[in-house]
């Protein structure tokens, strides 16, 4: 840890391709997502679309463009607890809203159903195969903020937009990623029993836990920053990855219905151990 110069990086002042591209894209995806819901509830009427998987989505948005503007944006660049607060709602709670939100499924009733099939076909692929394993997904979003924060990729990253960009998209891919293997309502082939998503969930709460002890506590950590910046980052990351993972918990608990073995169809029927929307 470094004591006497900030977080490098961008100027805290957002320039405004930085704050319209990411209004612009939650717009989009908001657009299109109520107009597939609106399309599934045409197609059928008695079943149609759960708002509450609509809402959820939606948060999801919210919740990313709220990292991703002013003011937790500017407030990022320049102090690394900023950083935290972005990186928990952009990694943890957005992708826990998404993916509640159910997209897949939604898409898989709203296609065409030769797309449906080719959408299926790539969800039961072998490469979804193997990132829907949970000891992968975990690997991918918790096993990687020990690389990010333990070694000079964190300070690589911030000192260039384009690695800025990245370290977001890897956090939010990997933290949607860990949230569909635990507590997800879309197609997964391979994902295990509750009984066993709870222990891999436990097995996240703890490397969490310990990562953001040990960068309390200045031991290995590679983060240019002044010392009680990142220890106010560790315990950010430490009570509010907590919060999020016991969310993670509860829909875990709120989402699982006792059909595990129901294979996915076109129009997007309940899958293996997915709630139907």
Do not use: K
């Not at 928990?88 to 797309?115: C, D, Q, S």
């Amino acid at each position: 840890m470094e004591h006497d110069h900030p977080i490098p990086g961008h100027d805290p002042g957002s320039s405004v391709p930085e704050i319209l591209v990411p209004a612009l894209a939650a717009l989009v995806c908001a657009g299109t997502y109520l107009c597939l819901a609106h399309r599934a509830r045409l197609r059928n009427p008695v079943r149609g679309w759960s708002n509450w998987r609509t809402a959820a989505f939606l948060t999801g948005l919210v919740l990313l463009a709220t990292a991703l503007l002013p003011p937790v944006a500017p407030f990022a660049h320049a102090d690394f607890r900023g950083h935290m607060v972005q990186h928990l709602l952009i990694g943890m709670y957005a992708p826990l809203a998404l993916v509640l939100g159910a997209p897949v499924t939604l898409l898989l009733r709203t296609l065409p159903a030769a797309r449906a099939r080719r959408l299926t076909a790539v969800v039961h692929s072998r490469p979804a195969r193997l990132f829907a394993r949970p000891a992968v997904s975990l690997l991918l979003s918790t096993g990687s903020l020990a690389v990010v924060y333990f070694t000079p990729l964190y300070n690589a990253a911030m000192a260039h937009p384009g690695g800025h960009w990245l370290l977001h998209l890897h956090f939010l891919l990997s933290g949607c990623l860990f949230a569909h293997v635990i507590a997800g309502p879309d197609p997964a082939p391979v994902r295990p029993g509750v009984r066993a998503r709870l222990v891999w969930l436990g097995v996240a709460i703890a490397a969490h836990a310990v990562i953001s002890q040990l960068m309390y506590g200045g031991f290995w950590v590679d983060i240019h920053a002044p010392v009680p910046e990142v220890q106010g980052g560790a315990e950010i990351m430490y009570y509010g990855g907590d919060i999020a993972e016991l969310l993670l918990a509860a829909a875990l608990v709120a989402t699982w219905r006792p059909q595990h073995h129901a294979r996915p169809s076109p129009d997007g029927s309940p899958a293996h151990g997915a709630a139907p929307a």
